[in-house]
């Protein structure tokens, strides 16, 4: 099993910059597609970003060209670098993690919240305008 826990929020001017962190532990982090998904007041949980096992990435329209994601399997960890950020970026950002599974999976697969088990705790990052 693997758990995980993020790091790296804060508060941020509109059109700045934060970094968030997820720090996993387990053995089989390798084996498994991660994203971050974020949860703004009032609203339901989305989807943001998601880096499969071989390194692909995949973003929501809202933040494409302004998010990146990246991972690094000799840490175990994933991270988001957010860049032009703004007000209505302002959410709990949660780090996923999908079970193991086969080396290429779908755009659509990716994006759903019913494909990743393991959940961190979530990490406020509030944009102010």
């Known amino acids: 099993q693997v758990q995980l826990v993020e790091s790296g929020g804060g508060w941020v001017q509109a059109g700045g910059s934060l970094r968030l962190s997820c720090a996993a532990s387990?053995?089989?982090?390798?084996?498994?597609?991660m994203a971050w998904f974020r949860q703004a007041p009032g609203k339901e949980r989305e989807f943001v970003a998601s880096?499969?096992?071989?390194?692909?990435?995949y973003y929501a329209d809202a933040v494409k060209g302004r998010f990146a994601i990246s991972r690094d399997n000799a840490k175990n960890t994933v991270s988001l670098r957010m860049d032009n950020l703004k007000s209505d970026d302002t959410a709990v950002y949660y780090c996923?993690?999908?079970?193991?599974?086969?080396?290429?999976?779908?755009?659509?697969?990716?994006?759903?919240?019913?494909?990743?088990?393991?959940w961190g705790q979530g990490t406020q990052v509030t944009v102010s305008s």
């Open positions: 996923a993690a999908t079970p193991r599974t086969a080396y290429f999976v779908s755009d659509s697969y990716l994006a759903a919240q019913d494909s990743y088990v393991t």
């Open positions: 880096i499969t096992r071989p390194g692909n990435t």
């Open positions: 387990g053995r089989t982090f390798n084996d498994r597609n």
